[in-house]
């Protein structure tokens, strides 16, 4: 039971670092399934005679069903909450949205099916009796155990910064390691029935032990999964936290040289009132330019809190394209798609935002000139309303598209672009619990798509 606390104790660690990193929650997860190979044990070799001499009602084949079920668990759930973190841990959620969500939806499956032809009720009996049940847990179970280590260690190499290739590092031989001396000691073996071996197992708890010993010492030396202790936690798998962290004291401190630029252009202004050189206008160009980025950083990089309202879409859609006619002269036609009676609950200005970005972003593409197509659908199967925005521009490149989301990138030549709109876009849809995904061809225009969940 000691064991039991102690992976309990760093599930709730792990998750309180950064609760509302998807990364952190499945990873706390996990570890939480992963609990239940020795916390059965405990209950079944240790708490049962004591509950079976206070509680009669409580008998050997109560306490057996409940061995079995929990076993059950463990054998068909555990990996494939550890795929999804790796998933979430290689940002393959950011790079290919669509087949994420797809593969996220259909993971738990193979483990409802293995449920369903074995009675987890009965998983006791088919360790013991079944060569067939070892095999088809061994191959389900190391199957999901590559498909997670792939994922890891890929993002290790694709990883774009020092910084997130190190965690990514220490995070991977936290992880792995005692992963498969799980998987191989017992699949591996009691599927090939080396006998000598069956209870090796038991020295994971060794293996476990150091792991999260290095957990907390990298907590304490530089920080790891979100958590420094005695420091502060910060969201370490997001390059968001570049924005967050940095927009106040950027904004501070280039709003104190943007007001002694403006001082100073205006001194030269009435200096030069009669005829103003260039070079003054090229200062106030800057400075305006200056304030712009210090605006935008600002609302796109704080902590987003919705205030949910139910709101017609048609509306919502419509404000926001009358918006972008203005800005973009007249030159764009919007062609809308979307019924009157549909209603959406969100945060209005935050989804309005989002419009008003993929909108401007589309007529950027198409030089302000041409036809946007905007389409709100719902798909029943998945329980999600679509709104798609279409354009006719010049499509996107395909070595840019998994750099899309992330802050202060940007494909735009002018200085009016600060690569921020499409970072706030996937935040604001993810609090909403949704997604935004893209199809995009070069030379032939891009879809982006919102996905909201159906209330």
């Excluded at 549909?342 to 993929?358: K, P, R």
């Excluded at 999600?384 to 998994?402: A, C, P, R, V």
Aim: charged fraction near 20%; glycine fraction near 4%; hydrophobic fraction near 40%.
């Amino acid at each position: 039971m000691i064991f039991t606390s102690l992976l309990w104790a760093f599930m709730l660690l792990i998750y309180f670092s950064a609760k509302n990193n998807k990364i952190n929650q499945w990873c706390a997860i996990t570890i939480f399934i992963f609990s239940f190979g020795t916390f059965k044990e405990y209950i079944y070799y240790d708490l049962s005679p004591v509950l079976s001499d206070r509680f009669p009602v409580i008998n050997k084949n109560l306490l057996e069903n409940l061995y079995s079920v929990m076993t059950a668990i463990l054998y068909n759930l555990v990996m494939p909450c550890s795929l999804i973190f790796a998933l979430y841990f290689s940002s393959f959620h950011r790079k290919n949205i669509k087949l994420f969500h797809e593969i996220r939806n259909f993971c738990f499956l193979p483990g409802i099916i293995l449920f369903l032809i074995y009675n987890p009720a009965k998983t006791s009996y088919y360790q013991h009796n079944s060569r067939i049940f070892w095999y088809v847990v061994t191959v389900y179970n190391i199957t999901f155990g590559i498909l997670m280590t792939i994922f890891m260690i890929g993002s290790i190499h694709r990883a774009e910064s020092p910084l997130q290739k190190r965690q990514k590092k220490l995070i991977s031989l936290i992880i792995l390691p005692p992963v498969w001396y799980w998987l191989i000691t017992i699949f591996v073996i009691h599927s090939l029935q080396i006998t000598a071996l069956f209870k090796i197992w038991k020295q994971n708890a060794f293996i476990l032990s150091v792991s999260i010993l290095f957990y907390i010492v990298l907590a304490f030396k530089e920080g790891i999964m979100g958590l420094r202790l005695q420091s502060q936690n910060y969201q370490w798998d997001s390059d968001m936290k570049v924005a967050s962290k940095g927009a106040s004291y950027t904004s501070h401190i280039l709003k104190n040289e943007i007001a002694k630029i403006e001082w100073c252009l205006n001194n030269l202004s009435q200096t030069y009132q009669d005829s103003p050189p260039e070079e003054l206008a090229i200062i106030e160009r800057s400075a305006n330019h200056l304030k712009q980025f210090v605006k935008k950083t600002q609302i796109y990089s704080d902590d987003i809190i919705l205030r949910k309202e139910t709101v017609p879409l048609l509306k919502l859609i419509t404000d926001s394209v009358l918006s972008i006619k203005k800005t973009t002269g007249g030159g764009i036609d919007c062609q809308i798609d979307c019924e009157e009676n549909q209603f959406i609950n969100c945060d209005t200005a935050h989804m309005s935002e989002v419009l008003n970005n993929l909108l401007l972003n589309a007529a950027d593409a198409m030089n302000n000139r041409g036809t946007i197509s905007i389409k709100c659908y719902k798909n029943k199967r998945n329980r999600m309303l679509t709104i798609s925005i279409t354009d006719e521009g010049t499509g996107i490149k395909k070595e840019h598209i998994h750099k899309l989301f992330h802050p202060y990138f940007t494909t735009k030549k002018t200085n009016c672009h600060f690569g921020l709109g499409l970072s706030y876009c996937y935040n604001v849809m993810n609090k909403h619990k949704g997604y935004i995904d893209i199809q995009t061809e070069e030379g032939k225009g891009s879809t982006f798509s919102l996905y909201l969940p159906m209330e």
